[in-house]
């Protein structure tokens, strides 16, 4: 019911920053939770951080809490995840989800973006 593309990714220094951005079309951003997830090369794809319909609750991943942000912009159908000092392990494909209610963490339901590449280096 919703389309996800996902952007922002790109090549950054160990504790640089970046910002990714997840536009949602089809239905209101405001109808959906929303959260992202990343999967390094050989490894499951983990939860990163998930956000309310309205934006007023947020919660994360322990690898990620005091370094990431998560926010959303309803107006413009976009979700956003801010990373700050930025680690080598951070490196992996970004992907936006969105579902009715609530995020899974384990990634079990909802609509998925094609996915961004953060690559941190050393």
């Known amino acids: 019911q919703v389309q996800l593309v996902e952007s922002g990714g790109g090549l950054v220094q160990a504790g640089g920053s970046l910002r990714l951005s997840c536009v949602a079309s089809g239905r209101t951003s405001s109808s959906y939770a929303m959260g992202w997830f990343r999967q390094a090369p050989g490894k499951e794809r983990e939860f990163v951080a998930r956000?309310?319909?309205?934006?007023?609750?947020?919660y994360y991943a322990d690898s990620v809490k005091g370094r990431f942000t998560i926010s959303r912009d309803n107006a413009k159908n976009t979700m956003y995840l801010h990373m700050n000092s930025l680690k080598p392990e951070d490196t992996a494909v970004y992907y936006c989800?969105?579902?009715?209610?609530?995020?899974?963490?384990?990634?079990?339901?909802?609509?998925w973006g094609q996915g961004t590449q953060v690559t941190v280096s050393s």
């Open positions: 989800n969105a579902a009715p209610l609530t995020i899974d963490t384990h990634g079990r339901s909802g609509s």
């Open positions: 956000i309310s319909r309205s934006g007023g609750y947020t």
